[in-house]
Nanobody
Framework: VQLQASGGGLAQAGGSLRLSCAASGSINSINVMGWYRQAPGKQRELAASVTRGGIIDYAGSVKGRFTVSRDNAKGTVDLQMNSLKPEDTATYYC?????????????WGQGTLVTVSS
């Protein structure tokens, strides 16, 4: 599985950005897809994820502002980010967990930088 992320950039506080991630390869083996983020000097953390069956998980800090959506047939996952705050500034990474036999293997896309100015 390969992941190609796009989107991100610069936004003002209160603004919106959209991130997109497209998987290629064995997309039918993917269980969970989602977005993680890593701010400078901090650990990578979950922003939002969605299972193949549509179960969604959000970090508390983004709930109500971010919306994750997924298209299983296309192997895509998007993150709509509204009401952005300076603390949302981070490098965002797309992640997929795919089955190889009975094992779930993580795959990461390249990071895309989101900068929110106050």
């Amino acid at each position: 599985v390969q992941l190609q992320a796009s989107g991100g950039g610069l936004a003002q506080a209160g603004g919106s950005l959209r991130l997109s991630c497209a998987a290629s390869g064995s997309i039918n083996s993917i269980n969970v897809m989602g977005w993680y983020r890593q701010a400078p000097g901090k650990q990578r953390e979950l922003a939002a994820s969605v299972t193949r069956g549509g179960i969604i998980d959000y970090a508390g800090s983004v709930k109500g502002r971010f919306t994750v959506s997924r298209d299983n047939a296309k192997g895509t996952v998007d993150l709509q980010m509204n009401s952005l705050k300076p603390e949302d500034t981070a490098t965002y990474y797309c992640k997929a967990e795919a089955y190889q036999g009975s094992r779930l293997v993580p795959y990461w896309g390249q990071g895309t930088l989101v900068t929110v100015s106050s």
